[in-house]
């Protein structure tokens, strides 16, 4: 058995790695950038060595320097997790040159499924189904425009190279055939060192099916069941579950078969992926294989009852498989939803920031959290913006969906914003429920997902106006307790006068707009003057810092957490962000006509347009590369570029004015 592990990934992959390893009585060495000193996965392993600066290419993106700490600290493995190294078969080789185990398959396996196109050919040579489509190593663009047009539209452009929804681009038209091509290869080039694509096909409504595959050294293979993993945004996963809804165990067996002949047509070893689209009329086409252990993973575990990367590890030791296929079976059903620092309604662009507060579900036999944060941790543009991923387990389908709205509802995060709302209106929705489920799914029903912001309701000034008065009552209480003369009326909280009625005025500012309350001190709480009418209101501050309150005779639970004058409300799943306003402090109106600023940090990898270029509303003008993905800027309107404040290759902080822009003037 391996004696110690160096673990050459970062987050919640890291300390998931870490458990099952310290479990099995294994010493594990972790490696840090300099931005992730004081992260969880450096403290939970027993040994931590730094890498380098914050960017991973480098620091976790260095292969020597990581074989150089596995030799000096003496790990005789190495598990890559998933993203960074895990898939490069340079890296591998370079393992077993120097021999270290790579906890992983062959070089040869990675480097057969390392090109989707390569891949698309060993498939169908290995009679795995396969969509119809171009992948081949002629990459004049001409040419692969006219494949493109003999495929038909709608059309599928895909790094060759790439995953994760990196370098992929949809074509709904030959028109625009050019520029999704300069974009899919622009992206591969930066994430991969490859702008080679593919072509194929794009399917109207299938569903993103996988196979967990396992194979050993001594010839063994053998399939873990299906997730389904439809739902996803930018074509990356956002909700995952097995096995997936409506299978037969005939489709099943047949899915699991022909990912095991694609497994054995590689000489694979380890934990791999196959990854199909699963049609309308029950056809599957091999997508990709993933060399690796997938984010997703723990939903096969909780269904199967086993531990993945425990079998990983027994086999990179050589040893044999823990079971064979008759042994395998399915017990109830699980879901995974990835909590992400985002904004769905940003086109779900990362939110940069320190997560203030986090606090998640109780964990037991039907609740999960993998995760590689704390309260307190930084966001950062560097990494992959995950905080998360919440499983959940139940006998059945409806039972394992009613654990995951209850769970979304009392995991608390703020700091920065987070999709949490959004994964709780996927969990409550009838499409969900029904089992609905394609790739398409999120656009289809983006109306329903992703509203339109609303102000904040009654119930939600409420909370907020409650706490802030029991929080002044409480810190009255204390400056009571100190003082020589505990009984001073200046100590008093209760809003007396000697004339007149005994009121407080608050105002707080809900995005752009100023709502102004009164709170009535009232012998048995307050009465509140809201937007929607009056309100009675009672409560008290719990030891765990959370709000206990009667609101008009509704008893509810929720949790206000500050930040300056910042109060995120936090109510049965849903978050709102007000601010509390100090009339006395002087207004500050920022003016920003004419001016296009980053919406985060990032650097400039493309500029669209040069100065003094008239563009129309629409237009592409800057393309931003921030955590992994592309972001571009349009024009808000029809006008006239003034100037470029930055060029290609800088780096630009949140809030960066980019371009100067001159809105056109209508007549």
């Not at 340079?90 to 499924?113: D, R, Y």
């Not at 995953?163 to 994430?191: H, I, P, Q, T, Y």
């Not at 001190?521 to 009667?550: F, I, K, T």
Request: aromatic share 6%; glycine share 10%; with cysteine.
């Amino acid at each position: 058995m391996i004696n110690k592990i160096l673990i050459a990934n970062r987050g919640e992959i890291a300390c998931r790695i870490i458990r099952t390893a310290k479990r099995l009585g294994i010493r594990t060495l972790a490696v840090y950038s300099d931005a992730d000193a004081g992260a969880m996965h450096v403290a939970m392993a027993d040994e931590a060595v730094r890498l380098g600066p914050a960017p991973a290419s480098e620091s976790y993106l260095r292969p020597e320097l990581i074989l150089e700490v596995a030799r000096s600290q003496g790990a005789d493995a190495i598990h890559p997790g998933y993203g960074f190294l895990s898939e490069n078969a340079g890296f591998a080789a370079q393992c077993a040159s120097q021999g270290i185990i790579f906890i992983g398959p062959p070089v040869s396996a990675i480097e057969a499924m390392g090109s989707k196109s390569a891949a698309k050919s060993i498939m169908g040579d290995a009679q795995v189904p396969l969509v119809p489509g171009y992948h081949g190593e002629n990459q004049d663009q001409d040419f692969l425009k006219t494949q493109g047009d003999l495929i038909g539209y709608p059309l599928l452009i895909k790094a060759s190279a790439g995953g994760g929804g990196k370098g992929m681009r949809v074509v709904e038209r030959g028109e625009d055939f050019a520029a999704a091509l300069a974009g899919a290869m622009r992206e591969g080039k930066n994430s991969f060192g490859d702008d080679r694509v593919l072509l194929e096909r794009y399917l109207k409504r299938p569903r993103h099916v996988e196979i967990q595959v396992f194979a050993d050294s001594q010839g063994e293979t053998v399939y873990l069941f299906e997730r389904d993993c439809s739902i996803q945004r930018r074509h990356q996963k956002v909700v995952e579950e097995a096995p997936a809804p409506g299978m037969s165990p005939e489709l099943r067996q047949h899915m699991g078969e022909a990912a095991v002949a694609a497994a054995r047509a590689i000489g694979y070893v380890g934990a791999g992926t196959v990854e199909f689209l699963l049609d309308t009329d029950g056809s599957f086409y091999f997508m990709e294989m993933n060399t690796r252990l997938q984010v997703e993973h723990p939903v096969t575990e909780m269904i199967c009852g086993q531990d993945l990367v425990e079998w990983q590890i027994r086999v990179a030791s050589g040893q044999p498989l823990p079971l064979r296929q008759e042994q395998l079976a399915i017990e109830g059903h699980a879901i995974e939803v990835r909590i992400y620092a985002e904004d769905p309604t940003r086109e779900f662009l990362p939110s940069i920031g320190r997560i203030l507060h986090l606090r998640t579900p109780e964990e037991g036999p039907h609740v999960r959290i993998d995760r590689g944060v704390r309260q307190g941790d930084e966001v950062s543009i560097h990494y992959d913006p995950m905080i998360a991923k919440l499983i959940v387990w139940d006998q059945d389908r409806p039972s394992a969906l009613r654990r995951l709205r209850e769970a979304v509802s009392t995991f608390e995060v703020t700091g920065v914003n987070t999709n949490l709302s959004f994964l709780s209106t996927i969990a409550n929705h009838d499409a969900f429920a029904a089992a609905d489920l394609d790739t398409g799914f999120i656009e289809r029903h983006r109306q329903e997902l992703i509203p339109e912001r609303t102000p904040a309701s009654d119930r939600v000034l409420a909370l907020a106006c409650l706490e802030l008065l029991l929080s002044r009552k409480a810190e009255a209480a204390r400056a009571a307790g100190t003082s020589r003369d505990p009984y001073s009326p200046w100590h008093g909280t209760q809003g007396w006068r000697l004339n007149g009625d005994n009121h407080h005025s608050l105002i707080f500012e809900d995005g752009e707009t100023e709502v102004s309350l009164i709170a009535h001190y009232r012998r048995d709480g307050y009465l509140l003057e809201l937007p929607g009418g009056e309100m009675l209101v009672q409560g008290e501050l719990e030891p765990d810092g959370s709000l206990s309150a009667n609101l008009d005779g509704l008893r509810l639970r929720a949790r206000v957490v500050r930040s300056g004058a910042e109060r995120t409300v936090l109510c049965q799943g849903s978050s709102h962000r007000l601010m509390l306003r100090d009339p006395y402090a002087r207004s500050q109106q920022d003016d920003r006509e004419g001016r296009l600023t980053a919406p985060m940090p990032g650097k400039v990898i493309a500029l669209m347009v040069g100065e003094g270029a008239e563009v129309e509303k629409g237009a592409p003008l800057v393309i931003l590369e921030a955590m992994k993905m592309e972001h571009t800027i349009t024009a808000p309107s029809a006008g006239k570029i003034l100037s470029l404040n930055f060029a290609v290759g800088a780096l630009v902080a949140d809030g960066a004015e980019l371009i100067e822009f001159q809105p056109c003037v209508e007549a």
